[in-house]
Every structure is written in C-alpha cells, then in structure tokens.
C-alpha cells in the first residue's frame, strides 16, 4: 500500500509540473514572451560569431595563435577581408579628395569674384580721372589776367584696368574642366558560389579602378592649385597698378584742391 501511495504521489507531482510548466492562457501574455525572449536566438549568436572573427581579423590572429597557426579555410576568409579593408581605406580617400576638389572649386570662384571687384573699383579710378581732368581745365582758366598760368602736375597717365582676357574660371569651362572627372564604374560581382581568390581579385579589380580614380582627382587638384596660383599673381599685379593709379588721382585731387583755396583766398 504504501509503494502504490508513492507511486501516486509521484504521478501527482509529475502533472501538477507539466501543468505549472505549459503556458496558461489565462496567464499575462508578457510573463510567456518574457520567457521566450530570455533565450538567446540563432541571429544573436550569429552576430556575436562575426564579431569574434573580425576582432581576430583585426589583430591578425595574436589573441589565437598568430597567423602561422591558422586553418587554409580561417586564412582564405582573412586574404578577403584584409582586401575589402584596403578597398575600403580608398574608397575613404577618394573622398577625401573629392571633398578637397569641392573647396578648391569654391575658391576658384570666390578668386574670380574678387578679381572682377578689383577690375571694376580700377575702372572708377580711371572714370574719376576723366572728370578731374575736366575740372583741373576750368582750375587753370581762372584767376584773371596777370595771375600765373597752373597747370596740375601730372607724374603719370592713369594707365587703368588691365584687359580682361577671360579668367581661368572661364577657360576652364569652356574646356570642360570645371567638372568632376568622371568615376569609374561600379564592376558588378557576384560573391555567392565564388572562391576565396575570385573575391580577392574582384576587390584588386575595384582598387586599381579606385586608384585610377584617386590619380584623376589628384591631377585635377594640381591643375586647379596651378590656376590659384595664377590668378592670385595677375591679382597682385592689378591691385598694384590700382594702387600707381590710385596714388595718382589722389594727388591731383589734392593740387586741384589748394589751387581752389587759393582763388577762393583772393
């Protein structure tokens, strides 16, 4: 009798387990989905492998063994992400460069800005003159018939603006140079069924294209620091030949004013 109690006893226990342990529709849906949610699922152990891989991509195996120690298979995967790395290094200095470019077109067109500013402040010094020359006339017809002949004293003629011959802004458009260069096309690889060496390849193919590219946008930036340099130097020389000019009308301006004080003091 008392085998045949334990024995209920047990089955007793047994079902009120698998009861307590099935979900209980009458049960808060939160507490069954909080169960489920505390195991961790075949994406998260994912992650965490490709993680743990890439970490000892990234310090070429020193944590294991070294390079040395390395399965043909663990090597193969190592050759592919050390060439997706390297792709990926360029491809951050081919923007770079195009980010560079991109000022480097700014200043162009703020240097040609400044150059027309001081072509046009050169030509109302020249206009100036024109009107002083005129009043230094009717300065010199004035002061009666005994008083001394003035005439302004001239040290050069107002030589004005230089010719503009287009700026390198403007002969860099008609030569289609103002634009980019155009970038190379994307090459098209599938990576599914192939080998370890075709991915290797496929990301050299894509370096030397991105390099190809990287050495046009060079060429382009020198080409442009060329025309800086150009354009800052035709700059200087025109600002100095405001500056002659400049200096000349002001002087004039200041002799037509003492002979007016002088008829006015008579």
């Known amino acids: ?26 049960d808060s849906v939160s507490d069954f989905e909080a169960d489920r949610s505390s195991k961790p699922t075949t994406a998260a152990f994912s992650s965490l492998g490709f993680s743990a891989t890439k970490a000892r991509y990234k310090n070429d195996f020193r944590d294991s ?27 951050g200095c081919l923007r770079i460069a195009e980010e560079m470019r991109g000022d480097a077109s700014n200043t162009l067109v703020k240097l040609h800005q400044q150059g027309q500013q001081i072509t046009k402040t050169h030509q109302t010094v020249a206009d100036i003159e024109h009107d002083l020359s005129r009043g230094e006339k009717l300065l010199g017809s004035l002061g009666g018939l005994f008083s001394k002949t003035w005439k302004p004293k001239k040290t050069h003629r107002i030589k004005g603006p230089l010719p503009v011959q287009g700026s390198h802004l403007e002969q860099r458009q008609k030569l289609g140079l103002a634009t980019a260069p155009p970038r190379s096309e994307p090459r098209h690889f599938s990576s599914e069924q192939a080998s370890a060496l075709e991915k290797v390849e496929h990301e050299k193919a894509k370096q030397d294209d991105v390099l190809s590219d990287l050495s046009n946008m060079l060429g382009e930036l020198k080409s442009m620091a060329i025309d800086m340099g150009s354009e800052m130097e035709r700059q200087s020389v025109a600002l100095d030949r405001m500056q002659d000019d400049t200096d000349e009308i002001h002087a004039r301006v200041k002799g037509a004013s003492q002979r007016g004080r002088r008829l006015l003091g008579k």
């Open 65 to 91: 063994g070294g390079i040395e120690n390395q399965s043909v298979q663990e090597l193969e995967n190592y050759a592919v992400y050390k060439a997706e790395e390297t792709t990926n290094t360029l491809n």
């Open 1 to 26: 009798m008392s085998a045949r109690k334990a024995l209920l006893s047990a089955n007793n226990e047994k079902s009120a387990k698998s009861v307590t342990s099935s979900p209980n529709p009458f």
